[in-house]
T-cell receptor
């Protein structure tokens, strides 16, 4: 089954404790992205990657890091989480050759709470 | 700057009736895609419908159709014969074709379906 998986689905942590949210897709998509969703703000792009070892900042990259060492994986790293990073996070992937092309396929979301 | 505006934070519709959700976008690009995504209470992001900017014909998917007005930069979603399962948050999204894979989302419209 074609899918994007994220782990963990729920996470409660404390300020300053480094964490990683994993994202993996099995569709051989070139493009992967991370978004955060906050009430009244919609989805905002944090980082995106156009292929292995190619990443770029989205609209709200501060406080986040990403890496793309393998095509299928795109982890989101919070080196020192703060309460304003409490949010719902989505990973997504897409490809110009997917059907339909350039359509984002989303993971199930990760609910992060930083105390 | 690319922006997507959904001016209706909340909408409601009687079951079996028709409702239209509005979306406008701001861009200087000529080639792009537009999307409507549905987010039910499960939080999963589900693609509803997709429109290529170069196509004049409005996209249709069963009970869902769009009214795409390129000159006006308007992309509204019409839901016919509304069903209880249509209750969800709906997001309009835009991607320019020549800037990688950076998606822009609106802030969402929460749709309630009244039995």
């Amino acid at each position: 089954e074609a899918q994007v998986t994220q782990n963990p689905r729920y996470l409660i942590t404390v300020t300053g404790k480094k964490l990683t949210v994993t994202c993996s897709q099995n569709m051989n998509h070139e493009y992967m992205s991370w978004y955060r969703q906050d009430p009244g703000l919609g989805l905002r792009q944090i980082y995106y990657s156009m292929n292995v070892e190619v990443t770029d900042k989205g609209d709200v990259p501060e406080g986040y890091k990403v890496s793309r060492k393998e095509k299928r994986n795109f982890p989101l790293i919070l080196e020192s989480p703060s309460p304003n990073q409490t949010s719902l996070y989505f990973c997504a992937s897409s490809s110009p050759t997917s059907v339909p092309p350039d359509t984002q396929y989303f993971g199930p979301g990760t609910r992060l709470t930083v105390l | 700057a690319q922006t997507v505006t959904q001016s209706q934070p909340e909408m409601s519709v009687q079951e079996a009736e028709t409702v239209t959700l509005s979306c406008t976008y701001d861009t200087s690009e000529s080639d792009y895609y537009l999307f409507w995504y549905k987010q039910p209470p499960s939080r999963q992001m589900i693609l509803v419908i997709r429109q290529e900017a170069y196509k004049q014909q409005n996209a249709t998917e069963n009970r869902f159709s769009v009214n795409f007005q390129k000159a006006a930069k308007s992309f509204s979603l019409k839901i016919s014969d509304s069903q209880l399962g249509d209750a969800a948050m709906y997001f309009c999204a835009y991607i320019p074709l020549d800037t990688g894979n950076q998606f822009y989302f609106g802030t969402g419209t929460s749709l309630t379906v009244i039995p």
